[in-house]
């Protein structure tokens, strides 16, 4: 039954994912209590995020099924960020896959996985290169194009969002060590987006530690963020204003909750990949190396999982960014007893169903 009554609900966590939620229901008119060992925008898994909204790109980590989702995102991303305090560095130019000569067959490879029936990518040799990004055709003569794809400053997002909050009546933040016991019974609903923090209740969770670089290099310039395929040190260059290019990121298994310094060795490994895609890395400045704990469930999709009043949004890997707001957007239709085209995409329903039984779902969901 469908239902326009507000509620009082708290959100447990304050990273992407219980921002998103804490956003879209304040809007909604619901009363909004958001719990967080930090102030927000707190210093999470979210804020070293490299922030590529590239569900295409993703395509070997994330399933055909939940492309129209991301694109569904970067459209609800740029109808947020208008009404939202402060300005947020957010690009659609798209996003551009190269490899160095004796690699291409990863580009191949990476074709293969991606949409035949799609409009939105394209191969590219030397001279579209040129164009796109003249500083990388001297050394790279063959990418694809993915045109629709776009990138967002995950720290400005967070810190607009969380602005915009606080200065919304019916929104109020408290800070807590612990996910309190009382808080189901306290609150009509829970969100709870703990991030990889949840694994203590919800042992299919893991931890996947991600590392990260912000370098200034004055004598290079990128529209777009850049994928360069490598049989072993892969990586993504972000664009960001003032020269500032955040370049990641590795994927560790096997992350301890406290496990957040950046090992030598990845970051010896981002640095060689980094300057063998352009000589003037040499000179960069480097300003930050960071790590983050993505949290992950096995099949490594996110997932919204429902348990009478309390709602937990989890696992969402490489995506928070790409995925919290159509996931934040589920969550609102489900408090009024709606469904969205995307809800069957994000609903566990078993625990070992897979992303295309999940598919199946979602076409029935929409049917
Ligand atoms: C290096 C790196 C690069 C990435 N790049 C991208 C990218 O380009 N694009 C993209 O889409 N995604 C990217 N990601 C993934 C993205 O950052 C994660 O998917 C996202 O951060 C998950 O968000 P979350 O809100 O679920 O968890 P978190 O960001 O970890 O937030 C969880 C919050 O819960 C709080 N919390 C924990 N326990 C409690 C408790 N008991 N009570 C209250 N609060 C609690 C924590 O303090 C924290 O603030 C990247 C991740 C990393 C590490």
Same mark, same amino acid.
């Given at each position: 039954?469908?239902?326009?009554?507000?509620?009082?609900?708290?959100?447990?966590?304050?990273?992407?994912?219980?921002?998103?939620?804490?956003?879209?229901?304040?809007?909604? #008119?619901?009363?909004?209590?958001?719990?967080?060992?930090?102030?927000? *925008?707190?210093?999470?898994?979210?804020?070293?995020?490299?922030?590529?909204?590239?569900?295409?790109?993703?395509?070997?980590?994330?399933?055909?099924?939940?492309?129209?989702?991301?694109?569904?995102?970067?459209?609800?991303?740029?109808?947020?960020?208008?009404?939202?305090?402060?300005?947020?560095?957010?690009?659609?130019?798209?996003?551009?896959?190269?490899?160095?000569?004796?690699?291409?067959?990863?580009?191949?490879?990476?074709?293969?996985?991606?949409?035949?029936?799609?409009?939105?990518?394209?191969?590219?040799?030397?001279?579209?290169?040129?164009?796109?990004?003249?500083?990388?055709?001297?050394?790279?003569?063959?990418?694809?194009?993915?045109?629709?794809?776009?990138?967002?400053?995950?720290?400005?997002?967070?810190?607009?969002?969380?602005?915009?909050?606080?200065?919304?009546?019916?929104?109020?933040?408290?800070?807590?060590?612990?996910?309190?016991?009382?808080?189901?019974?306290?609150?009509?609903? &829970?969100?709870?987006?703990?991030?990889?923090?949840?694994? &203590?209740?919800? *042992?299919?969770?893991?931890?996947?530690? #991600?590392?990260?670089?912000?370098?200034?290099?004055?004598?290079?310039?990128?529209?777009?963020?850049?994928?360069?395929?490598?049989?072993? =040190?892969?990586?993504?260059?972000?664009?960001? *204003?003032?020269?500032?290019?955040?370049?990641?990121?590795?994927?560790?298994?096997?992350?301890?909750?406290?496990?957040?310094?950046?090992?030598?060795?990845?970051?010896?490994?981002?640095?060689?990949?980094?300057?063998?895609?352009?000589?003037?890395?040499?000179?960069?400045?480097?300003?930050?190396?960071?790590?983050?704990?993505?949290?992950? =469930?096995?099949?490594?999709?996110?997932?919204?999982?429902?348990?009478?009043?309390?709602?937990?949004?989890?696992?969402?890997?490489?995506? #928070?960014?790409?995925?919290?707001?159509?996931?934040?957007?589920?969550?609102?239709?489900?408090?009024?007893?709606?469904?969205?085209?995307?809800? #069957?995409?994000?609903?566990?329903?078993?625990?070992?169903?897979?992303?295309?039984?999940?598919?199946?779902?979602?076409?029935?969901?929409?049917?």
């Amino acid at each position: 039954m469908t239902t326009t009554e507000k509620y009082n609900i708290a959100i447990i966590g304050a990273g992407i994912m219980g921002l998103n939620c804490a956003y879209a229901l304040s809007k909604d #008119g619901h009363t909004i209590t958001a719990y967080d060992p930090q102030d927000i *925008p707190s210093n999470n898994a979210s804020f070293v995020a490299g922030g590529m909204l590239a569900p295409f790109s993703e395509i070997e980590h994330l399933p055909e099924s939940f492309i129209e989702a991301g694109l569904r995102s970067i459209d609800i991303w740029q109808d947020i960020l208008p009404d939202l305090k402060n300005k947020v560095d957010f690009k659609q130019n798209g996003s551009l896959m190269i490899a160095h000569k004796e690699d291409t067959y990863l580009l191949d490879r990476f074709e293969s996985h991606l949409p035949k029936s799609s409009q939105q990518w394209q191969k590219m040799n030397k001279e579209d290169i040129a164009q796109l990004e003249p500083q990388l055709a001297d050394k790279f003569k063959t990418g694809i194009y993915i045109a629709g794809e776009a990138h967002i400053h995950p720290r400005e997002a967070m810190q607009a969002i969380s602005s915009t909050l606080k200065t919304m009546k019916n929104f109020s933040h408290q800070k807590c060590e612990a996910y309190p016991d009382t808080i189901n019974s306290k609150y009509d609903y &829970v969100i709870d987006c703990r991030g990889y923090a949840a694994e &203590v209740d919800d *042992p299919e969770l893991r931890g996947i530690k #991600g590392e990260l670089l912000i370098v200034r290099n004055e004598k290079f310039e990128l529209d777009r963020p850049v994928r360069l395929m490598h049989p072993r =040190y892969p990586l993504y260059i972000v664009p960001r *204003p003032d020269h500032v290019f955040m370049i990641g990121a590795t994927i560790i298994e096997g992350a301890e909750e406290d496990d957040e310094q950046v090992s030598v060795r990845s970051a010896l490994e981002l640095l060689s990949a980094l300057y063998s895609l352009h000589p003037s890395f040499d000179e960069a400045k480097i300003l930050e190396i960071i790590a983050g704990i993505r949290p992950a =469930y096995n099949d490594n999709l996110p997932r919204i999982k429902i348990n009478k009043n309390v709602i937990s949004c989890n696992g969402l890997f490489r995506h #928070g960014f790409l995925l919290s707001p159509i996931i934040a957007k589920c969550i609102t239709a489900s408090i009024k007893g709606k469904t969205t085209a995307f809800t #069957g995409l994000f609903t566990k329903g078993t625990s070992d169903e897979t992303h295309h039984q999940r598919q199946e779902k979602n076409i029935q969901t929409v049917a």
